[in-house]
């Protein structure tokens, strides 16, 4: 069976998964996946610019990801301060991460690479370097 752009499987590789009327709905890791071995082909590109982006769209990513981590750190040790001063023991709504290493050294980090992610944005800027997608 054919999807409607004209190819044959389950994955629509040649649009825009979807959006060409695919019957074939591609979940978040599938999304991912393909997305990644876009990156990696990018990543070997004889054109900077491509290669710009692949580390603009890996570091963007991880960014992201540290940064949901350090939330949830961060939102674990709030629930844990007791609201009423008088109260014995504070309810744990969040249960914290497991991390072997300082917070500090997260969000340190966090913001190292946060000033990274900002000097690639500018040089795209300077350099008329399409970030938009993937």
Request: charged letters at 35%; hydrophobic letters at 35%; a neutral charge.
């Amino acid at each position: 069976m054919k999807d409607i752009c004209g190819t044959t499987g389950l994955a629509c590789t040649r649009c825009n998964p979807g959006a060409c009327g695919s019957r074939y709905n591609v979940t978040q890791k599938e999304e991912k996946r393909m997305e990644m071995n876009k990156i990696i082909k990018m990543m070997q590109s004889e054109d900077y610019r491509e290669r710009f982006k692949a580390e603009y769209w890996q570091l963007k990513d991880r960014y992201e990801k540290l940064k949901a981590f350090n939330t949830k750190i961060e939102a674990a040790q709030a629930v844990r301060r007791p609201i009423d001063p008088w109260e014995d023991s504070p309810k744990t709504v969040v249960e914290m991460p497991k991390h072997d290493c300082p917070e500090w050294s997260l969000k340190e980090q966090e913001a190292i690479m946060g000033n990274y992610l900002h000097i690639l944005e500018m040089r795209a800027v300077i350099e008329v370097i399409d970030l938009s997608e993937v």
